[in-house]
């Protein structure tokens, strides 16, 4: 069993930072890739950054230069510092890691429950 714990959202003033943090937790025998979305109501769940396990890191336009992804050393832990927030970026953020269990088991997908991101203007 493998589980995501995030934690860092909440309220915040447009032009302000946060910091989400992300830990995979469980059966993980390697982790190939982790990532950040983002989903509003009536909306596709979208990317908000990705880091491969080499470090090659990925972002849509609408945050690039204001979202930095980054992970810890154990390489568990997956982080996303938002800076120059703006009320666009309000939405449920998820992580996402892309990861293999055990040696039975290929690359898999996991999600974390979301956790709740406000910009106020």
């Known amino acids: 069993q493998v589980q995501l714990v995030e934690s860092g959202g909440g309220l915040v003033q447009a032009g302000g930072s946060l910091r989400l943090s992300c830990t995979a937790s469980g059966s993980i025998m390697r982790i190939d890739y982790m990532g950040w979305y983002r989903q509003t109501a009536g909306k596709e769940r979208e990317l908000v950054a990705h880091?491969?396990?080499?470090?090659?890191?990925q972002y849509p336009s609408s945050v690039k230069g204001r979202f930095t992804i980054s992970r810890d050393n154990a390489g568990n832990t997956v982080y996303l510092q938002m800076t120059s927030l703006v009320p666009e970026d309000t939405a449920t953020y998820y992580c996402?890691?892309?990861?293999?269990?055990?040696?039975?088991?290929?690359?898999?997908?996991?999600w974390g429950k979301g956790t709740l991101i406000t910009v106020s203007s």
């Open positions: 880091i491969t396990s080499g470090g090659i890191t």
């Open positions: 996402h890691f892309g990861l293999r269990p055990d040696w039975r088991q290929g690359t898999k997908d996991y």
